[in-house]
Nanobody, 126 residues
Framework: QVQLVESGGGLVQAGDSLRLSCAASGRTFSNYAMAWFRQPPGKERELVATISWSGFWNYYVDSVKGRFTISRDNAKNTLYLQMNSLKPEDTAVYYC???????????????????WGQGTQVTVSS
């Protein structure tokens, strides 16, 4: 398994930006597609964005397109989520996750992710 630790969450105002980081250790980070999920208060966990093992392919849910950018630095074993123009509805615990299988492109099914971080809280005030 890949061990994952998120950081960068916090309390911000609507319209502000945050960058989340996810540090990976264990198995070779660069072999795995990665994703960010979030769980708003009282709601189910939902996919936010995914990125292929190479970083060439990515996918975003409609609600964050144009505002969020997922990226990875395989040399630093780190996944990022740049969040701009934040809205109160972006308030959630954000989790990074690693694919169970190696070298896949776009992975969106939560059940395909075998390693998860502990989460980092993002709160956006209006």
């Amino acid at each position: 398994q890949v061990q994952l630790v998120e950081s960068g969450g916090g309390l911000v105002q609507a319209g502000d930006s945050l960058r989340l980081s996810c540090a990976a250790s264990g198995r070779t980070f660069s072999n795995y597609a990665m994703a960010w999920f979030r769980q708003p208060p009282g709601k189910e966990r939902e996919l936010v964005a995914t990125i292929s093992w190479s970083g060439f392919w990515n996918y975003y849910v409609d609600s964050v397109k144009g505002r969020f950018t997922i990226s990875r630095d395989n040399a630093k074993n780190t996944l990022y989520l740049q969040m701009n123009s934040l809205k109160p509805e972006d308030t959630a615990v954000y989790y990074c996750a690693a694919d169970r299988f190696v070298r896949r492109t776009v992975v969106t099914n939560p059940q395909d992710f075998g390693s998860w971080g502990q989460g980092t809280q993002v709160t956006v005030s209006s």
